[in-house]
């Protein structure tokens, strides 16, 4: 079991462009949240999908979305990048009950320039 | 508003030593709380988990504490070593129709020889 895979693991991207950031979650999970965490902070909600639809958003902006695949694996789209975009990039995966522990990536981490 | 605080924002021990990481939360209503380990750079790796009728699991050196009527958590580490250095995320779930996930701000911990 691979675990919860990422990709890319780096990225530089414009400030304007658009970014697309991948997650496989971990084998038998259905639940998968994407997460910014910024230089020195802790890990921000951005959103959460479970079968197939946003479950849940944080407070991000709409320039923030994502898509879950039939397979459970997830997408994070970023439109019109701000230099305060640049960060990691986390994405976690977990399955019921709620005790269940959620399994983090290792993240992608943005630069914007 | 559901919020998570730590206490220290940063700590640098000796090798060796004992601290103890403080963790307090608003959160309601309480579902669960964990204490994550993240190295620099890559996703948070889960410690510890307690439910509201827990007040103490440890794993290792880490043992983590939870008073549930005062909203805190503490996680103690016993004889430091270099590889602990990262920073410490307490992470408090509220238990609603589905997982709501409020993430600290981390503790960053330096552990020097």
């Known amino acids: 079991d691979a675990g919860v895979t990422q990709s890319p693991t780096h990225l530089i991207k414009t400030r304007g462009q658009q970014v697309t950031l991948r997650c496989s979650p971990k084998?038998?999970?259905?639940?998968v949240s994407w997460y910014q965490q910024a230089l020195g902070q802790g890990p921000q909600f951005i959103f959460q999908?479970?079968?197939?639809?946003?479950?849940q958003r944080g407070n991000f902006p709409d320039r923030f979305s994502g898509h879950q695949f039939p397979n459970y694996s997830s997408e994070l789209n970023v439109n019109a990048l701000l230099l305060g975009d640049s960060a990691l990039y986390l994405c976690?995966?977990?399955?019921?009950?709620?005790?269940?522990?959620?399994?983090f990536g290792q993240g992608t981490r943005l630069t914007v320039v | 508003k559901n919020q998570v605080e730590q206490s220290p924002q940063s700590l640098i021990i000796l090798e060796g030593k004992n601290c103890t990481l403080q963790?307090?939360?608003?959160?309601?209503?309480?579902?669960?709380l964990r204490w994550y380990k993240q190295d620099t750079g890559r996703g948070p790796v889960s410690l510890t988990i307690?439910?509201?009728?827990?007040n103490t699991k440890s794993n290792g050196r880490y043992t983590a504490t939870l008073d549930a009527d005062t909203k805190q958590s503490s996680l103690h580490i016993t004889a430091s070593q270099l590889s602990d250095s990262a920073s410490y995320i307490c992470?408090?779930?509220?238990?609603?129709?589905?997982?709501?996930?409020?993430f600290g701000p981390g503790t960053s911990l330096s552990v020097i020889p």
């Open positions: 976690a995966s977990s399955r019921p009950p709620e005790s269940a522990e959620a399994f």
């Open positions: 084998s038998g999970h259905d639940t």
């Open positions: 999908y479970y079968e197939e639809e946003e479950r």
């Open positions: 963790c307090n939360y608003t959160v309601s209503p309480f579902s669960n």
């Open positions: 307690m439910t509201f009728s827990e």
């Open positions: 992470v408090v779930t509220t238990k609603t129709s589905y997982d709501k996930v409020i």
